[in-house]
């Protein structure tokens, strides 16, 4: 990210004021900042949700908002509130897809990575069991870990989490981590405050 300026239409206030960052391939990094200090903002401005008033982003030497739909396709996003469709769990994972299309492979191999596989396993129907309102009742950390099984379903290059944890219990949040941790290919956690 090269030198992004930001601020709400409605708003003369800069949210993000001359932001630059390296992210390396393969590492982890963690934007930290209190509440209201514009991580989400950032964040949605690198998945191209909201373009930045000013700056750019840069992948190699490719200007990626000049790309967005190719760029988001290697992205996976863990959202802070998952939400989940009155469905299968099938459905819920392989989001968008018709459910005589899904690769039942794939989504097992997501549940895998997510750590969820052995939760399905034992679940009614296994991936046919719906998960929805009307569904089994399913624990916070479960419901992150469907957003993650959900992301990785897409087998992205890029993973982005916006506090993934932060409705978890403590010792909830720190498995979650660890899977996190295992999915990544290299270990290393950098650190950026803002
Ligand atoms: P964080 O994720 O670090 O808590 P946010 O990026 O959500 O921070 O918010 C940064 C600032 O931008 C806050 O002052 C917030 O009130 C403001 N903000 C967030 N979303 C909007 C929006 N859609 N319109 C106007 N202001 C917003
Ligand atoms: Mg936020």
Known sequence: LKNIYFRYPDSSKYVLENISLDIPKNK???IIGPSGS???????????????????????????????????????????????????????????INESDIDELRVWKALELAQLDVFVKDL?????????????????????????????FNDPDILVFD??????????????????ENISIEEGVLSYSI
């Open 28 to 30: 982890s990094i963690a």
């Open 38 to 96: 514009g991580k989400s903002t950032l964040l949605n401005i690198f998945l191209g949700f909201i373009k930045p008033t000013k700056g750019t982003i840069e992948a190699d030497q490719i200007q990626v908002l000049d790309y967005i739909r190719e760029w988001q396709k290697i992205i996976g996003f863990v959202p802070q509130d998952i939400f989940l469709i009155d469905d299968s769990i099938k459905s819920n994972i392989a989001y968008g």
């Open 124 to 152: 009614p129907d296994g991936l046919d069991t719906n998960v929805g309102e009307r569904g089994v009742r399913i624990s916070g950390g479960q419901l992150q870990r469907i957003g993650i099984a959900r992301a990785l």
């Open 163 to 180: 506090e993934a944890t932060s409705s978890l219990d403590n010792e909830t949040e720190m498995e979650i981590t660890k899977s996190i």
